[in-house]
T-cell receptor, first 113, second 115 residues
Framework: RKEVEQDPGPFNVPEGATVAFNCTYSNSASQSFFWYRQDCRKEPKLLMSVYSSGNEDGRFTAQLNRASQYISLLIRDSKLSDSATYLCVVNGPPPGGYNKLIFGAGTRLAVHP | DAGVIQSPRHEVTEMGQEVTLRCKPISGHDYLFWYRQTMMRGLELLIYFNNNVPIDDSGMPEDRFSAKMPNASFSTLKIQPSEPRDSAVYFC?????????????FGQGTRLTVV
């Protein structure tokens, strides 16, 4: 089983749509969770951290379910500029892997007019 | 701050040649990571350093790959000899994390093509 699993997509949605991405992770001892965004032929960049109580940043909402080892990202009112690949990221197992960041394969989003 | 700086941006080399990729992390960041990205395998962690010391190199594919961090401002990833299957984008990232994992900042990557 992969350490971090995501639906690869692509998700093709019209502008204004709401879209949700899911991610599962295998290590129950993971403590840090993130969503990164990667544009075509660019480097990954942090979109937002994911906190236990859930958190929101504008149109983006992240949720964490530790019991199910499941992370989600919700994008409301999609914009053309949201088209990118969204990467789910989890830290590795302690002790030796605690500080390493493990990336999922990413979910591709294409927003069309 | 200029961010994480990688060089070269693009490298085309012949099979069997030695390739050296370079990285300058963000000043003050104690952690440095080398990742490789391909369409088939996504973003894979090859090795990471804390305070210039290699902590986990379990992702290094084989002995042809080696990485060093002689000081806090410089790291190299070397492939010798290179093979066509090494073709990928290699990213270096640094992180200011202390006790708990925090955001990693990526360089623009080196796109390696081995022919």
């Amino acid at each position: 089983r992969k350490e971090v699993e995501q639906d690869p997509g692509p998700f093709n949605v019209p502008e204004g749509a709401t879209v949700a991405f899911n991610c599962t992770y295998s290590n129950s001892a993971s403590q840090s969770f993130f969503w990164y965004r990667q544009d075509c032929r660019k480097e990954p960049k942090l979109l937002m951290s994911v906190y236990s109580s859930g958190n929101e940043d504008g149109r983006f909402t992240a949720q964490l379910n530790r019991a199910s080892q499941y992370i989600s990202l919700l994008i409301r009112d999609s914009k053309l500029s949201d088209s990118a690949t969204y990467l789910c990221v989890v830290n590795g197992p302690p002790p030796g892997g605690y500080n390493k960041l493990i990336f999922g394969a990413g979910t591709r989003l294409a927003v069309h007019p | 701050d200029a961010g994480v700086i990688q060089s070269p941006r693009h490298e085309v080399t012949e099979m069997g040649q030695e390739v050296t990729l370079r990285c300058k992390p963000i000043s003050g960041h104690d952690y440095l990571f080398w990742y490789r990205q391909t369409m088939m395998r996504g973003l894979e962690l090859l090795i990471y350093f804390n305070n210039n010391v290699p902590i986990d190199d379990s992702g290094m594919p084989e002995d042809r790959f080696s990485a060093k961090m002689p000081n806090a401002s410089f790291s190299t990833l070397k492939i010798q000899p290179s093979e066509p299957r090494d073709s990928a984008v290699y990213f270096c990232a640094s992180s200011p994390q202390k006790d708990n994992p925090t955001e990693a900042f990526f360089g623009q990557g080196t796109r390696l093509t081995v022919v």
